[in-house]
T-cell receptor
Framework: QKEVEQNSGPLSVPEGAIASLNCTYS??????FFWYRQYSGKSPELIMS????GDKEDGRFTAQLNKASQYVSLLIRDSQPSDSATYLC???????????FGQGTRLTINP | SQTIHQWPATLVQPVGSPLSLECTVE??????LYWYRQAAGRGLQLLFY??????ISSEVPQNLSASRPQDRQFILSSKKLLLSDSGFYLC????????????FGPGTRLTVL
């Protein structure tokens, strides 16, 4: 089992709809969880961090964490064509000075 | 505010040639520093990380090496490049904390011919 798994994609969503991106992780003791957005040819950009169970909202983005289920998700409301990118889930395993990244989910928002 | 620089932005090198990529961070002290590689259409592969000057942890055996000669400088090197070394090289930093939020530099795109 991979340490961090994301839905394989690609994911295609119509403009204005909600895009839902999912991520599961294997190390139950993990404490920090991140979502990065990577446009084609560019470096990853941190868009959301979440550390406790529940929802965290920032503008059109909502991160959801369920530690019991070892599940993290990112919801993008009112999806825009500019949201088209690859989204990377990252997890900080316990006692580790590094992040473990999923393979990423490519999201396309169709006008 | 903190900024991270990488150079060069792009590089085309022949097989067997040496490599030196540099990463520097401004506006912080004693950061943790990371080198990643991303092959075309693939995920991020952690190559090395450093928690302090002269301290290097290697994640994958390969013909690359890393050094940290100064607090905010991280260098990735190779004595002889292979075709498989082509990719997008990313440097990242984090302020030492329990959360380990990482921030990436702009990257270096390396093509080995």
């Amino acid at each position: 089992q991979k340490e961090v798994e994301q839905n394989s994609g690609p994911l295609s969503v119509p403009e204005g709809a909600i895009a839902s991106l999912n991520c599961t992780y294997s190390d139950r003791g993990s404490q920090s969880f991140f979502w990065y957005r990577q446009y084609s040819g560019k470096s990853p950009e941190l868009i959301m961090s979440i550390y406790s169970n529940g929802d965290k909202e920032d503008g059109r983005f909502t991160a959801q964490l369920n530690k019991a289920s070892q599940y993290v998700s990112l919801l993008i409301r009112d999806s825009q064509p500019s949201d088209s990118a690859t989204y990377l889930c990252a997890v900080n395993p316990p006692s580790a000075q590094k992040l473990v990244f999923g393979q990423g989910t490519r999201l396309t928002i169709n006008p | 505010s903190q900024t991270i620089h990488q150079w060069p932005a792009t590089l085309v090198q022949p097989v067997g040639s040496p490599l030196s990529l540099e990463c520097t961070v401004e506006g912080t002290s004693n950061p943790n520093l990371y080198w990643y590689r991303q092959a075309a259409g693939r995920g991020l592969q952690l190559l090395f990380y450093s928690v302090g000057i002269g301290q290097i942890s290697s994640e994958v055996p390969q013909n690359l090496s890393a050094s940290r000669p100064q607090d905010r400088q991280f260098i990735l090197s190779s004595k002889k490049l292979l075709l498989s070394d082509s990719g997008f090289y990313l440097c990242a930093w984090t302020q030492t904390s329990v959360y380990n939020e990482q921030f990436f530099g702009p990257g270096t795109r390396l093509t080995v011919l």
